[in-house]
Each structure stands twice: as C-alpha cells, then as structure tokens.
C-alpha cells in the first residue's frame, strides 16, 4: 500500500497547484519522496535478509539503519519480528526477542502469534519453537484480527497440532466465534483435521453450535465429503452410521450445465468464485468480486496489483489469496477425472448424460487454460529473476528447479487437456440436436414437406399399379 504525501495544516488537497500564493509553484519537497524510498528500500532489505535466514544481516540493518531499535514500524506497517514470524525464522525471532521486540505489536489488526501461526510452509518444530518463544516472553494469545479468527484457529487451519495442544494447556477460549459464527470446532471440520477434532471434543468443545449460516460442524464435514470427520462427529453425537438425510436435487433445462452462456457469449463460471473465496476465508471480499463482473479465468489469474484495485489493501490478505490460488493451479489431475464417459463401461447414455458430461468438459478445459496461463506467467516471471542471480548462487539453483518443474507440470496441463478435447470430439459425433434447440418449421418447411409427401404417396401408387398389371398379365398366361 503505498502512501502520498498531505498538503501542511489548513489547506485543502482539492487546492490547485497552480495558484499556490501568486504564480509561483511551492518548491518540490524532494527530500520528503527520498526518504519514502528510503523506508521502503530499508524494509525490502530486512526481508530478504530475514527471507533467506540471514541473521547477520539482519543484526546489522538493526544495528545500523534501525539504530538498535527493533520495534520500528516499518513502510507497510509492520515490523522485523511481523516478518520474521511470518517467514517462519525462529533464529531470527529469538533474536529480536531478545533484542526487546514487542510480541503483542499490531498492524493490520495481525500480531506475531498470529502472524506464524498462520504460515502453512514451515515444520512443525520450527513453528512451535516460535510459539514457545512468543509465550515465554507473555503474548496474548485470546486476541482476534478483523475476521474475529483467534491464534488458535489459524493454527488448526494449518494442522499445527502441538501448537493447539499449548494453547489450550494455557486456557485458551475454544467457545470464541470468528465473523462467519465458527468456532474452533468449525475450523477443526472444515480443514479436516481428524486428530485435532478429537483433542478438541476431549476438551468439552460443543459440537451442536451453528454458524451464521445455521450449519453444524457436521454438515460442514458432509458439505465436504470428510468421511472421517463425520464419522467422529457421528460418534461422539451417537447418531448411527446408517443415518441419511434425503435432498432432493431439482434439474431444468440442459443450459444449466453451462453456467453464464447466453447468445453470442461463453460460460463465464462466475457462480464458482464465491466458493472458492469461502476455503481461501476471504468471504468478505465476496460482494466486491461479484460486483466489478469478473469471470473465472480472471479471478484465477489475479497479480497483486489487481487486489490492491480491487480494495485488498492489507498484506496478508492478498497473500492468502496468492496462497488460495497457486495451491488451486497446483493441484493433480487424475485421467478419471478428464475423461467422464469415456471410461464408463455401459453404452447407454441418454441425451442428459451427454450434456452433463460435455458441459462438466468444456468447464475442465476453460480450468486447464487458466492453470497453463498461470503456470507459463510464473515461468516467465522465475526465468527474468535468474538473469540477475550470480552462477554459483543458491537461489539460482532453486530457480531452475522451480523452472524445470513448471515446464514438466505444464506438459501434465497439455495432456490433461488434450485428453479432454479427444473426449469431447467423441461426445459430438453421432449426437442428436438437443431438444430445447428444434426450432419451430416455417411455411416453407410445411409446404416443402407436403410436396415431398405427395410425391411419394404417388410414386407408391405407380409402383402398386405396375405391380398390379405385371400380376394379371402372369395371370393369363
């Protein structure tokens, strides 16, 4: 986010440069845009050193550029620990803890137990060496962003099991209930995590509770398809295993298999972004997606610079939609998955089954395009970092790793979808118009049919006649 710089006290920004006093221009206040630069260079210093784990450099830049005083707020509003924890440098945040960094900072409504228990990537005993440390210098961990989301269901978000099992040795509220009415329980459900479900359950959490939706954590769990979630829910609720509610699924017409398809346009699939903003906990940026009209592929190819457009004004926001959609495009596609009727043994199929399953591949197709925009983007943006790495540097090798491994998934994106158009070019041979598009006959038509019936009735009759005198004349011989 960056920041502009006011006019002095009393004076309106609507106020014209121009006619600032007589005809003279106030003198440009370089020095003021200097040091912005400055602040902002100073921090992207801080976080590459803290990013490749560099603690040397980042006791000098304290020592030098922060003049010992690691609490600075930074650019962005954060400070060294904000990003030491959120990179996950235990080293790093020992030593600013130590240093006399404030373990209950804030910005952006985030704190630094909240700031790593967040992080998805690093080990479990990096992360709960951080948490320890946090803790012994006494953090609050019975606090909450802008969301209502607790310490403790970020960390159940990212599986950190010793982690809850602190927290909650440390009497921490399970009961507390984030902004979509959730509580730990909820979370526990809904990112499928079996162990900490059950430690939870053993600690009296309720699992009878509603969201704001009016769903229980056993809905949620069968909303997913988390067998073993359910199955532990069941237990504990003693509900028997055999028990099934019915829904009754109502289909229209055949155009509901191709969502957003009007005259002269394409499927745009936008129902699906508030789905995925849901798992991604980013429900609240909802109504402002939908509302500037976006279709799927846009959404699945935003840059951070399209979310700050977009209003996505808080770092960590916008890099758990980075997270949400890099973990989407990275996902395995199974040939069962691409290949629907093709590998189903039976031959009989009604018209329902053929668009169903045309529409399910034309939806796999407009999914690949994006996944191979995407892949091919962060390619490219990987092959311009290279050119600026020395030969011998580590980062360098990581890179043609990275780069490598692109190229490989983008073949794996050619071939799934090559897969597809196979499929869907034997879908569309020998398939019968669909009813909803038999257009009504015109007097052309009606006519054109009559003529051709009158023709045939009379040839059938010269037929028969011939017939007919053929048959006497045999009989008279």
């Known amino acids: 986010m960056t920041h502009t710089a006011g006019r002095p006290g009393g004076e309106s920004d609507s106020d014209p440069d121009d006619y600032y006093g007589y005809f003279d221009e106030p003198p440009r206040n370089y020095f003021q845009y200097q040091q912005q630069n400055d602040k902002k260079k100073l921090e992207m210093d801080l976080q590459d050193s803290i990013i490749n784990g560099s603690l040397a450099e980042v006791q000098e830049i304290v020592a030098t550029r922060l003049n010992n005083n690691v609490n600075t707020r930074l650019d962005s509003g954060w400070n060294a620990l904000m990003h030491a924890c959120f990179h996950a440098q235990d080293a790093i945040v020992k030593y600013l803890l130590d240093e006399g960094a404030d373990p209950n900072f804030r910005a952006d ?72 009415g959730w509580t730990a329980l909820f979370w526990a459900a809904h990112h499928n995590q079996p162990q900490i479900l059950e430690i939870l359950i053993a600690r009296g959490a309720r699992m009878l509770e509603v969201d704001k939706y009016n769903r229980t954590a056993l809905e949620l769990a069968e909303l997913h398809d988390y067998n073993e979630i359910v199955e532990i829910l069941k237990r504990h609720l003693q509900i028997p295993e055999d028990h099934e509610e019915s829904y009754d699924m109502e289909i229209t017409t055949w155009h509901d298999f191709y969502p957003g398809i009007k005259k002269g346009q394409s499927p745009d699939y936008r129902s699906e972004i508030p789905h995925l903003l849901y798992g991604m906990h980013l429900e609240n940026f909802t109504s402002t997606i939908m509302k500037s009209g976006m279709d799927l592929r846009t959404f699945l190819l935003l840059e951070e610079s399209d979310m700050v457009k977009l209003g996505m004004d808080l770092p960590y926001e916008r890099q758990r939609l980075k997270s949400g959609l890099r973990h989407f495009h990275k996902r395995n596609w199974k040939l069962k998955a691409v290949s629907g009727l093709a590998l189903q043994p039976t031959d009989n ?114 037929i028969v006649y011939q017939a007919r005198s053929y048959f006497s004349q045999f009989i008279r011989k």
């Open 109 to 180: 409504s985030m704190t630094p137990i909240m700031t790593v228990c967040s992080n998805s990537n690093a080990s479990n005993e990096v992360i709960s060496n951080i948490v320890t440390n946090l803790l012994e210098k006494n953090c609050k961990i019975n606090c909450m962003d802008n969301y209502g989301q607790t310490p403790l269901m970020k960390a159940i978000g990212c599986g950190r099991v010793d982690v809850v099992q602190k927290f909650l040795d440390l009497g921490v509220n399970i009961e507390v209930r984030d902004l979509q």
């Open 349 to 462: 199929f009604s018209m329902l089954n053929y668009l169903t399953s045309l529409g399910s591949h034309l939806h796999q197709i407009y999914v690949l395009e994006a996944t191979l925009q995407y892949t091919l983007r962060e390619y490219n943006k990987i092959q311009d970092q290279i050119k600026f790495e020395p030969p011998e540097s580590p980062t360098r090798e990581k890179m043609v790793t990275a780069a490598k491994n692109m190229l490989s998934n983008v073949d794996c994106i050619k071939r799934a979808s090559a897969r597809v158009q196979i499929v869907l070019e034997k879908i569309a041979e020998n398939n019968p118009e669909p009813a909803d598009l038999i257009k009504e006959k015109t007097m052309r038509d009606i006519v054109l049919g009559y003529f051709t019936e009158a023709v045939v009735v009379a040839s059938l009759g010269m």
